[in-house]
């Protein structure tokens, strides 16, 4: 039990385009999830926390324009990336919340890769 | 500010060999400290746990302990396997947690094992 799934695990797009990545919980309630992106050789960075019903929280230098976060449901959480550009190509990985244990299980990433 | 220092690897070992990945951390007040690990094409999974100075936490063979004298929970293992090759990530989150869950984590840069047989 316990798994969280991203999709799409990889995608390319051109630049200017939008691409939307959804997170499952597939088997729990998940309150919160969160939001990392991962650059090569680096740390895991938090972008924002999603709250199911209500706006999500931005770190500091995230682009809430750019990165816009729903979490529509206890088992959904969709992270859109608006206008992507070359920067933005990245490996993002969300987490969720097991809202019984407040556990935080993770899934297995996506890559983006913007032309 | 908070901070997660983890050796870089990659790191290249034998079976059976004795392994540690060292972690120091920076923070104020009393975080809680993680090891997670990355097999290939999945997620992380929290691999152990420790929310206060001097807790040990083990899981599958592997330990850490707490050491604020320090500021370290270095990972170690005392027999590798080629099933242990993954990245391993330190992690903290700036206020403990009661429950051993974990909010707003601050990862290292994560480490890279490969065992070989």
């Known amino acids: 039990g316990a798994v969280v799934s991203q999709h799409p695990s990889w995608v390319i797009c051109k630049s200017g385009t939008s691409v939307k990545i959804e997170c499952r919980s597939l088997d729990f309630q998940a309150t919160t999830m969160f939001w990392y992106r991962q650059f090569p050789k680096q740390s895991l960075m938090l972008m924002a926390t999603s709250n199911e019903g209500s706006k999500a929280t931005y770190e500091q230098g995230v682009e809430k324009d750019k990165f816009l976060i729903n979490h529509a449901s206890l088992t959904l959480s969709t992270l859109t990336v608006t206008s992507a550009h070359p920067e933005d190509s990245s490996f993002y990985i969300c987490s969720a919340r097991r809202d019984v244990y407040n556990e935080q299980f993770f899934g297995p990433g996506t890559r983006l890769t913007v032309l | 500010g908070n901070s997660v220092t983890q050796m870089e690897g990659p790191v290249t070992l034998s079976e059976e060999a004795f392994l540690t990945i060292n972690c120091t951390y920076t923070a104020t007040g009393y975080p809680s400290l993680f090891w997670y690990v990355q097999y290939p094409g999945e997620g992380l999974q929290l691999l152990l746990k420790a929310t206060k100075a001097d807790d040990k936490g083990s899981n599958k063979g592997f330990e850490a302990t707490y050491r604020k004298e320090t500021t370290s929970f270095h990972l170690e293992k005392g027999s590798v396997q080629v099933s242990d090759s993954a990245v391993y990530f330190c992690?903290?989150?700036?206020?403990?947690?009661?429950?051993?869950?974990?909010?707003?984590?601050?990862f290292g840069k994560g480490t890279k094992l490969t065992v070989n047989p």
């Open positions: 992690a903290l989150n700036p206020r403990r947690t009661t429950q051993g869950g974990s909010e707003k984590l601050v």
